[in-house]
């Protein structure tokens, strides 16, 4: 169907991807352009004067004028990692090619490195990956539904009580032509109003037009100035309503991606970040060869995130 185009456009090959990034000085290059597009500004003084020192194997930049010393990693995602670059940006480039997300164990295999390592690293790229999907909001034609991560496939008991059960809410807005824009992916306490009306303000352009299968709290977006059109699914499946269409292919990928290759993991506490990171790439689908390059710049545009932060619950709304 009309995923084809995504499915089968070239991705990046390891031989290419390891011309560009196979050495250390190569990847601390690839950092510094990225931080620096412009060339080392000290971020005390704004001077551009500076010379380059090492910290061990770091790379130090030292301000010609006020002395002050700016690591090259730090106020990064690689912020105090012992690990050489080149090992964290084949983890990117493996992370970005994979097309339906790669697991801890994967990663471990891969790298070389302990799984708390591996699971520590992908965490990190999963985290700068939300990051960067909290900038956008949906807009336009957004249809809306009500998902679970969890569940069946846990051990625990089947259906709404069930533990480890995660309820979010799935949303993908299309073009005028009706084709999927960007999704968004997002756990909620519940399936509730005051729920639906806070993840409408925050997720939502007050201009978009909202399609829902009619459960009563998506009314709630319309506090946030959109209009709601709940459609009545008179027995029907969802898949055979246009309105629904997309919504249900997107959660069919997100299921076989996380079935695929991350079996049960704790719902509850990292939801969103594997919901962020499944959205991340498909919002990114169609540039599959540049997809490294946007994740090292989100790696060297978000903030260190400390293994404490890393491992601290999802907070829902
Ligand atoms: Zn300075």
New binding site residues.
Partial sequence: MAMNRIQFQPGLSMPEFLKDYGTEAQCEQALEAVRWPEGFR?P????TAHYVVRDGVRKVFQ?A????QTSLIAGTLFQGTKLPLTTWFLAVYLISQAKTGLSALALRRQLGVSYPTAWLMQHKLMQAMADREDRYVLEGKVQLDDAYLGGERTGGKVGRGSENKTPFVAAVSLSEAGRPIRVRLTPVAGFTLKAISAWAKDHLAPTSTVFSDGLACFGAVTETGCSHHPMVMAGRKPKEVPEFRWVNTVLGNLKTSLSGCYHAFDFQKYAARYLAAFSYRFNRRFDLRTLHQRLIIAAASTTPHPMRVIRVADVHC
């Fill in positions: 000290c005390r003084c704004d001077g301000c004028a006020c002395r002050h």
